[in-house]
């Protein structure tokens, strides 16, 4: 099993759906959950760390369910200017390193 | 204020020559991370460094690869005897990181290396 895995889309969507992203991790013990906007042939960035409780910032929610060892990614009222890669990672824990998913490819159509 | 810098930002070489890919991280920025990103491919950790710490350099692929960061500041990342397989982006990013490996990192334009 990979240590991180996310579908890799493409999602096509149009402008103002609801599309969420899943993504799983292999190691029980990570402790630090984040997902990262990758546009294309540019740098990631930080988009939000994900929280136990969940959390929101804006149209923006990330949930993470221990248990089952996934992490996932609501957006709401989707624009043309969420079209981009959207990557998973996690912190291992014990000085490991941040893991990146391969990301999941998001495409919102007018 | 300036974000993390690389150069060059393209890099076309042949196969077996050496090459080496420049980043300046953000000032004030104590963690320095070299990834590298294949076609399809995630983020690749190579290398982290940490103040005056020695770098944690369990993700080099192999002995050709190697890196340095001189005066706690710029980074270089080598390359000897390029191979086609090690055509991909290289990235780096910076972090204020104190403890942990967890805060934000901002990464930089990134280098696209191509071996032929």
């Known amino acids: 099993r990979k240590e991180v895995e996310q579908d890799p889309g493409p999602f096509n969507v149009p402008e103002g759906a609801t599309v969420a992203f899943n993504c799983t991790y292999s190691?029980?013990?990570?402790?630090?959950f984040f997902w990262y906007r990758q546009d294309c042939r540019k740098e990631p960035k930080l988009l939000m760390s994900?929280?136990?409780s969940g959390n929101e910032d804006g149209r923006f929610t990330a949930q993470l369910n221990r248990a089952s060892q996934y992490i996932s990614l609501l957006i709401r009222d989707s624009k043309l200017s969420d079209s981009a890669t959207y990557l998973c990672?996690?912190?291992?824990?014990?000085?490991?390193?941040?893991?990146f998913g391969k990301g999941t490819k998001l495409s919102v159509k007018p | 204020g300036a974000g993390v810098s690389q150069s060059p930002s393209n890099k076309v070489t042949e196969k077996g020559k050496d090459v080496e890919l420049r980043c300046d991280p953000i000032?004030?920025?104590?963690?320095l991370y070299w990834y590298r990103q294949s076609l399809g491919q995630g983020l690749e950790f190579l290398i982290y460094?940490?103040?005056?710490?020695?770098?944690?350099k369990s993700g080099l692929p192999s002995d050709r690869f190697s890196a340095e960061r001189t005066g706690g500041s710029v980074s270089t990342l080598t390359i000897q005897r390029t191979q086609q397989e090690d055509s991909a982006v290289y990235l780096c990013?910076?972090?204020?990181?104190?403890?942990?490996?967890?805060?934000?990192?901002?990464f930089g334009p990134g280098t696209r290396l191509t071996v032929l």
């Open positions: 190691n029980s013990a990570s402790q630090s």
């Open positions: 000032s004030g920025h104590t963690a």
């Open positions: 994900v929280y136990s």
């Open positions: 990013a910076s972090s204020l990181a104190a403890a942990y490996r967890t805060d934000t990192q901002y």
């Open positions: 460094f940490q103040g005056n710490s020695a770098p944690d």
């Open positions: 990672v996690v912190y291992g824990g014990s000085q490991g390193n941040l893991i």
